[in-house]
Each structure stands twice: as structure tokens, then as C-alpha cells.
């Protein structure tokens, strides 16, 4: 069964950091893409990041440059490196795997974390 948790969310200062933890379970015998979205209240969810199993890394525009996605194997968890933030990056933040052959093809969701970051 495929298991994701966040943590790491809470209030920082413009310009601050944080690191998001995603602690994964379950999919990594699949072919799989990890994921982080986020949703500030009263708007549509954003996408924000990929990585890909062979280390590949996307980024949405808006966090190009600030944030950075990552995977630790031993570990089995997600990171999101976030510098730089801005009131902008204020929302729930939530983790995603996709997953696929040889496993059913599927998305599974973290509950989310809410990060908060003040001007």
C-alpha cells in the first residue's frame, strides 16, 4: 500500500527556508514520478515540482531557482528545499507519487502541510 506524509510546514519570514519531508512507502519497486503541489486558500492547486526515477528534475516557473526537489533512497522520503520564499508561497503543500508498470497505474496523495510565510 502506497503511503505518503508531509511534514516540515509552519510559518516562516519572507526570504526564509524551509525543508518539506515526504516520507514514502509502498511504490518504489514500480516506475514512479515524485511530485509536490501546493494550494492556497480560495485558489486552484499549483504544481510546483517532479522528480523522475533516474534524478531527472522539473520545476514550475514560479519556483525556479528557489526551491529545489530531491529524493533520499535510504530513507525513502521526498524533500522540498525552499529558499527564498515569499508571501506568494503561502499554502497546504502536498506530495504525490505517480505510479505505473509493472504496478497498476495509479496517483497517491500526502495529506499536506501548511507552510505560511509572512512580508
Known amino acids: 500500500q502506497v503511503q505518503l506524509v508531509e511534514s516540515g510546514g509552519g510559518a516562516v519570514q519572507a526570504g526564509g527556508s524551509l525543508r518539506l519531508p515526504c516520507a514514502a512507502s509502498g511504490y518504489t519497486h514500480c516506475r514512479y514520478t515524485m511530485s509536490w503541489y501546493r494550494q492556497a486558500p480560495g485558489k486552484d492547486g499549483e504544481y510546483v515540482s517532479t522528480i523522475y526515477s533516474d534524478g531527472r528534475r522539473i520545476y514550475a516557473p514560479s519556483v525556479q531557482g528557489r526551491f529545489t526537489i530531491s529524493q533520499d533512497n535510504a530513507k525513502n522520503t521526498l524533500y522540498l528545499q525552499k529558499n527564498s520564499l515569499k508571501p506568494e508561497d503561502t499554502a497546504t503543500y502536498s506530495c504525490?507519487?505517480?505510479?505505473?508498470?509493472?504496478?497498476?497505474?495509479?496517483?497517491?496523495w500526502g495529506q499536506g502541510t501548511q507552510v505560511t510565510v509572512s512580508s
Open positions: 504525490t507519487v505517480a505510479v505505473g508498470v509493472p504496478c497498476p497505474t495509479a496517483r497517491f
